[in-house]
């Protein structure tokens, strides 16, 4: 066997180590996509057409979709301690205890002054 990096035997070596490297990944990947969090559902793809119902002035209020709950936090009528249900939820949250409202809050610009 040749020291040689670039001997067939190591590339052959290094080659099957990378299919391996992938395989892993590929699998770690797919265990993350199915883990279930605390608080979520465990279907992935309700977070493409979400919709949420926030208790506003002691009132439930909604549902209002991501953009309208973004609306909502940018004219400070929702805050991160402002109540939040939505499909998966057992209960009602706070707003910080729910990771993609929690994101939301804390992305949206402050207003703007002169």
Partial sequence: MEDNFFAVDKLVEFGLSMAVAQQMIQTMNQSLNQM???????????????????????????????QELIRLIQDKTITKSSYIWKPGLSNWMLAEQIPEVLKLVVLSPPSFTK
């Fill in 36 to 66: 279930q969090v605390t608080g979520t559902p465990n279907d992935t793809s309700w977070n493409h057409a979400a919709f949420y119902y926030v208790m506003i002035d002691e009132k439930q209020a909604g549902p209002f979709s991501e």
